[in-house]
C-alpha cells in the first residue's frame, strides 16, 4: 500500500512540473534572483519522455546482455568463462559514463547511439552480478531433484532455475534502470537532449531554477520507476514467497 | 527390473571413490547399501540414474546398459528420493507430485487423480496437503511428499539415499514402517542408502556393506550378522545378537518348535509371563530378564494361548542356528 502512496506522489510532482503556471510561481519562490524561471527552449514534457525513453531502452539492453551472460556463465559449457565475464564487466561499470561517451562519439558521432553505449556499459553490471548470485546460490538438493527426475538442462533452467532466480534478478534490473535515469542527464553533452540538457544548460547560463527542474524531474522519474519496478517484481515473486514477505513488512519496504 | 553393478569404478583425480563395484539386485528386491560416511554409496547409487557416470565399468538395467538409455528418459522411469528431499519451493505438493508426469505429457485429469492417489498413499490427505507449500511442511511430511513425487509415474525402479536421514528418530520409525507397507503393496526394485545399520537390518532383503569403495560383504540380514568378516563385524557390532533377535518374531519362533501337548508344560513349570506373537525376540529376552524366569507363555493379539518360548529358544536363534 505504502508503495503505491509513493508512486503517486512521485507522480504528482512530476506532472505539477510539466505545468508552467504552477512550477513558474514555485521557481519564483525558491530562485527570486533569476531572471528566467521556465526552460524557454523544450517544454519539460518533451525532455522527460526524451528522458525516459534513452533511460528505459538503455535498461532493456543492459537487461538482455546481463541476463544472457549470466545464464550463459552458470551453464555447463561456459563455467570457464564466468571470471572473464565477471571482470569485463566490472571494468566497463568503473569506466566514468563521461568518458565513454567522449571515447565513442568520433566513432558513433553525435546523438542517441553514443549516449546508449555508455549507459549500457554503465548499468550492465548490476544486472549481471544479481543474475549470477541469483543462478549460483540456488539450493544444490533442488536442482538435483529436477535433474534426477529427468529435467532436461533446458527444462531445468526455464522451470525451476529462472522462476526461482526471477526476483532477484528483478532487482537487478530495477537497479540499473534508476541508475540509468541517472546517469542518462550526461546525453546532453552528446546532443541527445534529455532532462540533462535543462540542467547543463543551467549551469552554462549560471541559472539555478533551471538546474533544479531538471535535477527534480530527473529525481521525480528515477523514484517513481523504482516504485513500479519494485511492484513488478513483487508481481514476479513466486506465490509463496510473496506470502512469507507480505508476513513481513520489512522486507517489502 | 533387474539391476546390476559390472566392475563399476568412479575415480575423482587419484581418489577412488568407488573401486570394481560388482552388484546384481533381483527383480522386485530391496537392496540397502550400508558402510561409513565417505565410502561411496551416494556414488554407486548416482551411477545408476547417470548422475554419475562411471569411469569404468558399466551399470545395466533390466540387462541394457544405462549409458545407451537417453538420460532423461532413464530418470523419468527411475524414482529418486534424496535426503534434503528437494521439493521445488515454487511449486505446491500436488505440483510437485505431478512434476514426472507432466514431463511425461500426461493429461491433467490424469496427474490430478494420480496425485491424489500418491497422497492417500504417504498417508497425507489430499484435501488437506494438495495445496499446500513445501515450507510450510514439516520434514516428515516433506519427505512423504518426495517419496509420492518419486513414485509417481510408477517407476520399475526405486533410489533413496539416506532418505529418512534428516528426520528425528521417532518420525523415522514411522517413516520406515510406512515405506514397507507401500513396499510391500508395490513390488519394485530398490536401492536404499543408509548409514544406519539398525534401519539396514529393518528394510533390507540384501544388505551390501562397503568400505572404502569397496564392496566387502552383501548377504540377507541374518546371515549378515553372522559374518565373520572382520570389519563385518565392527560393523555390526557388539550387540549383533540381539540385533538378530530384533529381527525374529515371536510367532514365527513358535511355529517352529512343537506345540505344546495340551495339559502341561513339561520341566520348566508354568510361566506366568506372557508375550504376544507379534512381539520381537529381542523384547521377549527382555522381559525374561525382567521377570527373571526362563520361558514365557506366548499368546495371539486376540488373546489365545499359543505355546512356549523358552530361554533355550532364544539362544538358538542368537547364534544362528535356527533359521538364518
Ligand atoms: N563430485 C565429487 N568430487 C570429488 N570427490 C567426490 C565427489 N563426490 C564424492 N566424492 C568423494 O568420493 C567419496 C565417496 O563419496 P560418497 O559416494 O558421497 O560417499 P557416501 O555416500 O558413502 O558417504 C568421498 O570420499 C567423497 O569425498
Ligand atoms: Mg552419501
Same mark, same amino acid.
Not at chain 2, 566392475?7 to 568407488?18: E, I, P, Q
Not at chain 2, 551399470?59 to 532413464?74: C, Y
Given at each position: 500500500?505504502?508503495?503505491?502512496?509513493?508512486?503517486?506522489?512521485?507522480?504528482?510532482?512530476?506532472?505539477? !512540473?510539466?505545468?508552467?503556471?504552477?512550477?513558474?510561481? &514555485?521557481?519564483?519562490?525558491? !530562485?527570486?534572483?533569476?531572471?528566467?524561471w521556465?526552460?524557454?527552449?523544450?517544454?519539460?514534457?518533451?525532455?522527460?519522455?526524451?528522458? @525516459?525513453l534513452?533511460?528505459?531502452?538503455?535498461?532493456?539492453?543492459?537487461?538482455v546482455?546481463?541476463? $544472457?551472460?549470466?545464464?550463459?556463465?552458470?551453464?555447463?559449457?561456459?563455467?570457464?568463462? @564466468?571470471?572473464?565475464?565477471?571482470?569485463?564487466?566490472?571494468?566497463?561499470?568503473?569506466?566514468?559514463?563521461?568518458?565513454?561517451?567522449a571515447?565513442?562519439?568520433?566513432?558513433?558521432?553525435?546523438?542517441?547511439?553514443?549516449?546508449?553505449?555508455?549507459? &549500457?556499459c554503465?548499468?550492465?553490471?548490476?544486472?549481471?552480478?544479481?543474475?549470477?548470485?541469483?543462478?549460483?546460490n540456488?539450493?544444490?538438493?533442488?536442482?538435483?531433484?529436477?535433474?534426477?527426475?529427468?529435467?532436461?538442462?533446458?527444462?531445468?533452467?526455464?522451470?525451476?532455475?529462472?522462476?526461482?532466480?526471477?526476483?532477484?534478478?528483478?532487482?537487478?534490473?530495477?537497479i540499473? &534502470?534508476?541508475?540509468? &535515469?541517472?546517469?542518462?542527464?550526461? $546525453?546532453?553533452?552528446?546532443?541527445?537532449?534529455?532532462? $540533462?540538457?535543462?540542467?547543463?544548460?543551467? @549551469?552554462?547560463?549560471?541559472?539555478?531554477?533551471?538546474?533544479?527542474?531538471?535535477?527534480?524531474a530527473?529525481a521525480?522519474?528515477?523514484?517513481?520507476l523504482?516504485?513500479?519496478?519494485?511492484?513488478?517484481?513483487?508481481?514476479?515473486?513466486?506465490?509463496?514467497?510473496?506470502?512469507?514477505?507480505?508476513?513481513?513488512s520489512?522486507?517489502?519496504? | 527390473?533387474?539391476?546390476?553393478?559390472?566392475?563399476?569404478?568412479?575415480?575423482?583425480?587419484?581418489?577412488?571413490?568407488? =573401486?570394481?563395484?560388482?552388484?546384481?539386485?533381483?527383480?522386485?528386491?530391496?537392496?540397502?547399501?550400508?558402510?561409513?560416511?565417505?565410502?561411496?554409496?551416494?556414488?554407486?547409487?548416482?551411477?545408476?540414474?547417470?548422475?554419475?557416470?562411471?569411469?569404468?565399468?558399466?551399470?545395466?538395467?533390466?540387462?541394457?546398459?544405462?549409458?545407451?538409455?537417453?538420460?532423461?528418459?532413464?530418470?523419468?522411469?527411475?524414482?529418486?528420493?534424496?535426503?534434503q /528431499?528437494?521439493?521445488?519451493?515454487?511449486? =505446491?505438493?500436488?505440483?510437485?507430485?505431478?512434476?514426472?508426469?507432466?514431463?511425461?505429457?500426461?493429461?491433467?485429469?490424469?496427474?490430478?487423480?494420480?496425485?491424489?492417489?500418491? *497422497?492417500?498413499?504417504?498417508?497425507? #490427505?489430499?484435501?488437506?496437503? %494438495?495445496?499446500a507449500?513445501?515450507?510450510?511442511? %514439516?520434514?516428515?511430511?516433506?519427505?512423504?511428499?518426495?517419496?509420492?513425487?518419486?513414485?509417481?509415474?510408477?517407476? #520399475?525402479?526405486?533410489?533413496?539415499?539416506?532418505?529418512?536421514?534428516?528426520?528425528?528418530?521417532?518420525?523415522?520409525?514411522?517413516?520406515?514402517?510406512?515405506? *514397507?507397507?507401500?513396499?510391500?503393496?508395490?513390488?519394485?526394485?530398490?536401492?536404499?542408502?543408509?548409514?544406519?545399520?539398525?534401519?539396514?537390518?529393518?528394510?533390507?532383503?540384501?544388505?551390501? /556393506?562397503m568400505?572404502?569403495?569397496? *564392496?566387502?560383504?552383501?548377504?540377507?540380514?541374518?546371515?549378515?550378522?553372522?559374518?565373520? =568378516?572382520?570389519f563385518?563385524?565392527?560393523?555390526?557390532?557388539?550387540?549383533?545378537?540381539?540385533r538378530?533377535?530384533?529381527?525374529?518374531?515371536?510367532?514365527?519362533?513358535?511355529?517352529q518348535?512343537? #506345540?505344546?501337548? #495340551?495339559?502341561?508344560?513339561?520341566?520348566?513349570?508354568?510361566?506366568?509371563?506372557?508375550?504376544?506373537?507379534?512381539?520381537?525376540?529381542?523384547?521377549?529376552?527382555?522381559?525374561?530378564?525382567?521377570?527373571?524366569?526362563?520361558?514365557?507363555?506366548?499368546? %495371539?493379539?486376540?488373546?489365545?494361548?499359543?505355546?512356549?518360548?523358552?530361554m533355550?529358544n532364544?539362544?538358538?536363534?542368537?547364534?544362528?542356528?535356527?533359521?538364518?
Amino acid at each position: 500500500m505504502r508503495r503505491w502512496i509513493g508512486l503517486f506522489v512521485y507522480l504528482v510532482v512530476l506532472v505539477a !512540473f510539466f505545468i508552467p503556471s504552477i512550477l513558474e510561481p &514555485v521557481l519564483q519562490f525558491f !530562485f527570486p534572483g533569476a531572471n528566467e524561471w521556465i526552460f524557454p527552449r523544450e517544454s519539460l514534457i518533451k525532455l522527460t519522455t526524451e528522458h @525516459l525513453l534513452l533511460s528505459l531502452l538503455a535498461g532493456a539492453v543492459a537487461a538482455v546482455i546481463g541476463m $544472457g551472460l549470466g545464464i550463459a556463465a552458470t551453464r555447463r559449457a561456459g563455467r570457464p568463462f @564466468l571470471t572473464l565475464i565477471r571482470d569485463v564487466s566490472s571494468l566497463a561499470q568503473t569506466m566514468p559514463p563521461a568518458a565513454v561517451l567522449a571515447l565513442a562519439i568520433p566513432f558513433l558521432g553525435f546523438g542517441f547511439k553514443p549516449v546508449l553505449l555508455a549507459l &549500457v556499459c554503465y548499468s550492465t553490471l548490476p544486472v549481471l552480478n544479481n543474475t549470477l548470485a541469483a543462478i549460483e546460490n540456488l539450493p544444490r538438493p533442488v536442482l538435483e531433484a529436477a535433474r534426477g527426475i529427468g529435467m532436461s538442462r533446458l527444462q531445468v533452467l526455464l522451470q525451476i532455475e529462472l522462476p526461482l532466480a526471477l526476483p532477484v534478478i528483478g532487482t537487478g534490473i530495477r537497479i540499473c &534502470v534508476v541508475i540509468n &535515469v541517472g546517469t542518462a542527464t550526461i $546525453g546532453a553533452l552528446a546532443g541527445a537532449g534529455g532532462l $540533462g540538457s535543462v540542467i547543463v544548460a543551467g @549551469l552554462t547560463r549560471n541559472n539555478p531554477a533551471w538546474v533544479f527542474q531538471g535535477a527534480i524531474a530527473s529525481a521525480s522519474l528515477a523514484l517513481m520507476l523504482n516504485s513500479l519496478l519494485l511492484a513488478a517484481e513483487h508481481g514476479l515473486q513466486p506465490a509463496i514467497l510473496r506470502n512469507h514477505i507480505d508476513g513481513n513488512s520489512a522486507l517489502s519496504a | 527390473m533387474t539391476l546390476e553393478w559390472r566392475n563399476a569404478s568412479k575415480a575423482y583425480g587419484k581418489k577412488r571413490a568407488v =573401486n570394481d563395484f560388482s552388484l546384481e539386485v533381483p527383480k522386485g528386491e530391496l537392496l540397502v547399501l550400508v558402510g561409513p560416511s565417505g565410502c561411496g554409496k551416494t556414488t554407486s547409487l548416482r551411477m545408476i540414474n547417470r548422475l554419475v557416470d562411471p569411469s569404468s565399468g558399466k551399470i545395466l538395467v533390466d540387462g541394457r546398459d544405462v549409458s545407451e538409455i537417453p538420460v532423461t528418459e532413464l530418470r523419468r522411469h527411475i524414482g529418486y528420493v534424496i535426503q534434503q /528431499v528437494g521439493l521445488f519451493p515454487h511449486m =505446491n505438493v500436488a505440483e510437485n507430485i505431478g512434476a514426472v508426469p507432466r514431463l511425461l505429457k500426461w493429461n491433467k485429469v490424469k496427474i490430478q487423480a494420480r496425485v491424489r492417489e500418491l *497422497l492417500d498413499l504417504v498417508g497425507l #490427505p489430499a484435501d488437506d496437503y %494438495s495445496e499446500a507449500w513445501p515450507a510450510h511442511l %514439516s520434514g516428515g511430511e516433506a519427505q512423504r511428499v518426495g517419496v509420492a513425487r518419486a513414485l509417481a509415474a510408477d517407476p #520399475p525402479i526405486l533410489l533413496m539415499d539416506e532418505p529418512f536421514g534428516a528426520v528425528d528418530p521417532l518420525t523415522r520409525e514411522v517413516l520406515q514402517r510406512e515405506f *514397507l507397507r507401500i513396499r510391500s503393496t508395490l513390488k519394485k526394485t530398490v536401492v536404499f542408502v543408509t548409514h544406519d545399520l539398525d534401519e539396514a537390518i529393518r528394510l533390507g532383503d540384501c544388505i551390501a /556393506v562397503m568400505n572404502g569403495g569397496r *564392496l566387502v560383504a552383501a548377504a540377507a540380514p541374518g546371515e549378515l550378522l553372522l559374518n565373520a =568378516n572382520p570389519f563385518i563385524r565392527d560393523f555390526t557390532g557388539e550387540d549383533r545378537a540381539l540385533r538378530r533377535l530384533a529381527r525374529l518374531s515371536v510367532g514365527d519362533t513358535i511355529g517352529q518348535t512343537t #506345540p505344546i501337548a #495340551p495339559g502341561g508344560y513339561g520341566d520348566s513349570g508354568t510361566p506366568t509371563g506372557l508375550i504376544r506373537t507379534d512381539a520381537t525376540l529381542k523384547e521377549a529376552l527382555s522381559l525374561m530378564l525382567e521377570a527373571g524366569e526362563s520361558s514365557l507363555n506366548a499368546v %495371539s493379539p486376540s488373546g489365545r494361548h499359543m505355546g512356549k518360548l523358552t530361554m533355550e529358544n532364544l539362544l538358538e536363534n542368537a547364534a544362528g542356528i535356527g533359521v538364518s
